[in-house]
């Protein structure tokens, strides 16, 4: 028999035991606590520098709606300090159901502290042993739709024991924190759920986002050279990719509502989930539109200046330079499974929406408004 420690607070009968998320300060946590909460669950977060990020938490739960004050004093939601892969608490102050881990390093390319390396891999593997010291037997992991790399088989939903041909260093410790979580969840008597977003930008309805990366990184480049002498309105901007390729990018307030639904149906656990869209918009198509809100004319080149007579124009070198980064994501089609995502959608009647004019419009008017992340 388990004894409890008796200082240890119980749930209440009838309530399910707290979820502990790490990564609530950035988009996606943010996004998925607020969801969470307004469906009734009890969170105990882990946030780095407590003291100075409480207020920003406050704030982006306040952007999503969810009175976080009322629930703190309540009880429902608990703030403790937390960095991967040093520094987590040594105890908690309620019994944990499941971690729902969600922090990690989205940069592609290693920085003096070993990131990404440090926090999706070492840092996923240390939150491991922390949970098993906790016994906390469940975990939702937020990986990538990109562990993958540069594959052109189709994607599945599965976790490879090999490594992919990666592209930068973050898909490499993404699938090295992926694989550790999926062979802690063989072990007896736990559970590993995994969910592989593709790109992920802003909410459907209002845009709004606090992440600018992805295609972000594109839009400000249009919206900058249109106000610069680089924008030649007699020449088109010719984007480089190929013929069939696009770009998957979700909307976060979709993931948010997928994941908190599996997260509430245990027998949705222990899968994995390529939570990506079903009907990515094509590069060329993506470009047609966010030209005609910029006017900017874009049009689609295989490789402009590499095989022709036409030479880069400055403009285009400017374009290229700016998203050399998001090219890799945006010049080939990428295919994946989407068996279990597909089943969820069923069971919950929601599929993600597809990209229009309007749609992406609102995110490029939410990301404007907001200075594309940067101070004004
Ligand atoms: N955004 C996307 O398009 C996308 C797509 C696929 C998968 N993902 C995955 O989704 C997750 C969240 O991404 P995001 O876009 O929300 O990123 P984000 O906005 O940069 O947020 C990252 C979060 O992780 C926390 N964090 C980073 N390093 C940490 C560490 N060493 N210890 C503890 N916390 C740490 C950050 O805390 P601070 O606020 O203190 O920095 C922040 O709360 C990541 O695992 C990412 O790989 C994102």
Redesign the pocket.
Known sequence: MHLMDPGEPRAHSGEKPFLLL????????SVLLGELLQRGHRCVT????PGK?RDRLLGLLSDRGVAAEHLLGSGRLVILG???PDELPRSLPHPVGAVVH?????RFNPDPTG?PC???DD?TLRLLRWMDLHAITAIHH????YIFGDSPEHAPEAVPDTPPPFRNAYERS?WRGERHVWRWGRRPGRTATVYR????VGDWRTGYT??F??PYIAFAALDKMRRTDLHRPDQPLRIAAGRDADLNFIPVDYLAELMASIIEQPESHGLVYNLVHPEPIPTSTLFEIAGRIFGVRCVHHEKPGADGPAPMTPGERRFLATTRHLNPYLSRPHRFERTNTSHIEQRIARSCPRWDEPAIGRLIEFARRRHWGRKP
């Open positions: 790490t990564g609530v300060t950035g988009f996606v946590g882990l946030i780095r520098h990020n937390g960095s991967l969600v922090a990690g390093s989205t990131d440090r926090t999706n840092g937020v990986s990538t739709a993404k977003p593709s790109i992920v606090t992440q990366s992805g």
